[in-house]
Antibody, heavy 120, light 108 residues
Framework: EVQLVESGGGLVQPGGSLRLSCAAS????????MSWVRQAPGKGLEWVSV???????YYADSVKGRFTISRDNSKNTLYLQMNSLRAEDTAVYYC??????????????WGQGTLVTVSS | SYELTQPPSVSVSPGQTARITCSGD??????AYWYQQKSGQAPVLVIY???KRPSGIPERFSGSSSGTMATLTISGAQVEDEADYYCYSTDSSGNRRVFGGGTKLTVL
């Protein structure tokens, strides 16, 4: 059974840093495309970042240069390092496994999310 | 940056057909996907690759795409279909994903 469990959320001051983790089970993180999606309170879904099985990474313009997606193959875990945090980064952060078919991919499995609050 | 545009809200009576649109410049060449999200829950995929329905999704959910617009249709909407619906696709490079702004469907 595919499971994704996020952790690492919490309260952080503006300008601070936080690292989110997503522990996966039931599949191998390094063999899949993995992504982060966030949702600010009362707002819509926003795609944040993706890492391909080959290691290529891509980011939304809103986080590029501040966030870094990575993985630890030995721990089968996905990470999101968030630096220079702003109030507008406050959101529930979901990790997701991408499923691919027909030459395109989408978030097929989602974690339960972890809340990040950026406030002084 | 690339954007997908959806109407903020759609309202229908039970048993009526609800249609939610999504427009984007890359949609003629990129698939559209649709997610349903109920309050406090993670999103659930209801349509993939423009018009395919995952197993377990009721047949009343269907999708189509033409030109720069994709459409999610719920035929005979039920009260339990009340939720936020998001379209999803990629930019022309295929590397950056994007969600539409979401549409709140009210069935009453």
């Amino acid at each position: 059974e595919v499971q994704l469990v996020e952790s690492g959320g919490g309260l952080v001051q503006p300008g601070g840093s936080l690292r989110l983790s997503c522990a996966a089970s039931g599949f191998t993180v390094s063999s899949n495309y993995m992504s982060w999606v966030r949702q600010a309170p009362g707002k819509g879904l926003e795609w944040v970042s993706v890492i391909y099985s080959g290691g290529s990474t891509y980011y939304a313009d809103s986080v590029k240069g501040r966030f870094t997606i990575s993985r630890d193959n030995s721990k089968n875990t996905l990470y999101l390092q968030m630096n220079s945090l702003r109030a507008e980064d406050t959101a529930v952060y979901y990790c997701a496994r991408q499923d691919c078919s027909g030459g395109s991919c989408y978030e097929g499995y989602w974690g339960q999310g972890t809340l990040v609050t950026v406030s002084s | 940056s690339y954007e997908l545009t959806q109407p903020p809200s759609v309202s229908v009576s039970p048993g009526q057909t609800a249609r939610i649109t999504c427009s984007g410049d890359a949609l003629p060449k990129k698939y559209a996907y649709w997610y349903q999200q109920k309050s406090g829950q993670a999103p659930v995929l209801v349509i993939y690759e423009d018009s395919k329905r995952p197993s377990g999704i009721p047949e009343r959910f269907s999708g189509s795409s033409s030109g720069t617009m994709a459409t999610l249709t719920i035929s005979g909407a039920q009260v339990e279909d009340e939720a936020d619906y998001y379209c999803y696709s990629t930019d022309s490079s295929g590397n950056r994903r994007v969600f539409g702004g979401g549409t709140k469907l009210t069935v009453l």
